[in-house]
Nanobody
């Protein structure tokens, strides 16, 4: 059974930084792409970033490109999301997800992701 456990959320002022972590267990982590999604109050869930199984390829939503960095450590079964220059509009619950595929190309819709964490809250004050 796959388990994804996020950590690292919190309250930060605009312009600040946070690093989210997601520890995975249950199947061979290095075989699968990983993603971070977010859902703000009253809004639909949206894609933030994705990383291929090897870490070679990444993909970012336009809204976070240049500010967020996704990375993974396959030896630790962990994926990270470094978030810099945070804005109030980044406030959301952030979810880690594991794909059924090993690539991230054209996977922003989220349907390829078949396992999800419980989410971690990120709040950015102005």
């Amino acid at each position: 059974q796959v388990q994804l456990v996020e950590s690292g959320g919190g309250l930060v002022q605009a312009g600040g930084s946070l690093r989210l972590s997601c520890a995975a267990s249950g199947r061979t982590f290095s075989n699968y792409a990983m993603g971070w999604f977010r859902q703000a109050p009253g809004k639909e869930r949206e894609f933030a970033a994705g990383i291929s199984s090897t870490g070679r390829y990444t993909d970012y939503a336009d809204s976070v490109k240049g500010r967020f960095t996704i990375s993974r450590d396959n030896a630790k079964n962990t994926v990270y999301l470094q978030m810099n220059s945070l804005k109030p509009e980044d406030t959301a619950v952030y979810y880690c997800a594991q794909s059924a595929r090993n690539y991230v190309y054209d996977q922003r819709g989220g349907t390829a992701y078949n396992y999800w964490g419980q989410g971690t809250q990120v709040a950015v004050s102005s």
